[in-house]
């Protein structure tokens, strides 16, 4: 639950023994909508159209440079660069692989915390995989982002900073390929998506929108990918935002889901179900179900058969993931055989299926291991 959340105006007299409120991150255009932007440029005596002209530097040039922003009067590039555009993210160790196409950054946020993006490019397109929360509060055992808990929530402007991050290099053709876009964006780096909700729409808005109000991504190319908590899927549903929605579900069973995926315990496989079910009617996307295949834990020819069940006739995909081991874990990926079986019970069924390609393991996945073991 986010911290902002438990605040409530104090009546008058009324003691409270609360901590402070921790500061915050500075405030940046991307947190604001277009009125708020202009609103924010005439406070510090602009013209309110600079409030546009600041945003397709941002969003469209990706230049954050005062410098290079010739329309704007030399006078007041600085101000508003210094008052809209503050440094957010800090990068703190970048590590590639895939001849260079896959590129994962550990970032530092102004409080010192940690978070991890992770850029892929493909022949045809180029994902970014970025954070939503810094930890994560859902304590999924195979998990290494859910082993060190949740520090805070990002903010919009925090999370947005990420993709253009991605933007700016693949424009300048520093990753392998030549000059490409950002096509896709997962929000499968560190944190739920779901419990830091205001601030992931807002991103997901600003992701979606052209031009200067935001970066003009497909919502179609946008995943927002959640441990299923699911009055917020059916929140996301209300948004009229078509972007993909995952479900990790990783066992059709809730006696074993209530251990692997622990939110298990408030909503039920058959209530996450249902809300991607009417995800899907609501939105026409094809649900994609997330299945982390752990020898011997979930990748029973059984519970293959048992999850087909489930799901089939349904506008549904699964992606199997081969578990990438967690430091001092006791588990490890399922055989290639059992992985086998697995995938041709779903296929049984009808159940779409595919095994993700486990890009870049050996710089330890997106599943929170740069920033549990930073000096690595
Ligand atoms: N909180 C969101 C995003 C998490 S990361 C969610 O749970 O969906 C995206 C996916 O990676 C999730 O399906 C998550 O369960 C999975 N994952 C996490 N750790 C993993 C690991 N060690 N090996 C394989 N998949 C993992």
């Given amino acids: 639950m986010a911290p902002e959340s438990s605040v409530r105006p104090r009546a008058a007299g009324e003691l409270t023994f609360a901590a402070p409120r921790r500061a915050k991150p500075a405030r940046h255009l991307a947190d604001l909508s277009m009125d708020e932007r202009r609103t924010a440029v005439a406070e510090l005596g602009e013209k309110p159209f600079r409030a546009d002209q600041l945003s397709r530097h941002y969003f469209e040039r990706l230049n954050p440079d005062a410098a290079a922003m010739t329309d704007l009067p030399a006078a007041t590039r600085e101000q508003l660069v210094t008052a809209l555009l ?11 692989c895939d001849g260079g196409t896959t590129r994962k950054t550990l970032w530092k946020l102004f409080d010192g915390a940690l978070v991890e993006s992770v850029l892929m490019r493909y022949p ?12 994560c509060g859902m304590n999924c055992p195979f998990c290494a982002t859910g082993q060190a808990g949740l520090t805070r929530n990002m903010s ?4 947005i900073e990420q993709v253009v991050a991605g933007a700016r290099a693949l424009a300048a053709g520093e990753v392998p390929g030549g000059p490409g876009r950002v096509n896709n964006v997962v929000f499968m780096g560190m944190g739920e998506p779901l419990a830091n909700y205001k601030a992931v729409i807002g991103a997901v808005r600003r992701m979606v929108d052209p031009s200067p109000q935001g970066l ?57 179900l249902d809300a991607a079910w009417s995800y899907a009617a609501r939105t026409k996307r094809r649900v994609s179900i997330e299945y982390a295949l752990i020898k011997d834990i979930n ?17 549904v995909h699964v992606n199997l993931i081969p578990l990438n081991p967690t ?23 009808g159940v779409p299926v595919t095994v993700r390609d486990t890009r870049g393991r050996e710089i330890d996945g997106a599943c929170g291991q740069l920033a549990a073991a930073p000096g690595s």
């Avoid at 440094?87 to 590639?96: A, C």
């Avoid at 970014?128 to 930890?135: D, E, F, L, N, T």
């Avoid at 919009?156 to 999370?159: C, H, R, S, V």
């Avoid at 059992?338 to 069924?349: G, I, N, Q, Y």
């Fill in 156 to 159: 919009t402007a925090e999370i």
């Fill in 216 to 272: 003009g991504i497909s919502a179609r190319g946008v995943t927002v990918s959640t441990v299923g908590l699911v009055p917020a899927i059916g929140k996301l549903a209300d948004e009229g935002l078509p972007v993909t929605l995952a479900v990790s579900l990783h066992a059709p069973d809730d006696e074993l889901r209530d251990t692997l995926v622990p939110i298990n315990t408030r909503w039920k496989v058959a209530e996450v």
């Fill in 327 to 349: 430091p001092g874990s006791k588990w490890t990926a399922s055989r290639p055989e059992d992985e086998r079986a697995f995938v041709r019970r779903l296929e049984f069924h």
């Fill in 124 to 135: 045809d397109r180029a994902t970014m995989c970025v954070s939503s929360q810094a930890g």
């Fill in 299 to 315: 990748d029973q020819e059984w519970r293959a058969d048992l999850l087909g069940k489930l799901i089939k006739n349904k506008l």
């Fill in 86 to 96: 503050p440094p957010l993210l800090t990068s703190v160790k970048e590590i590639t």
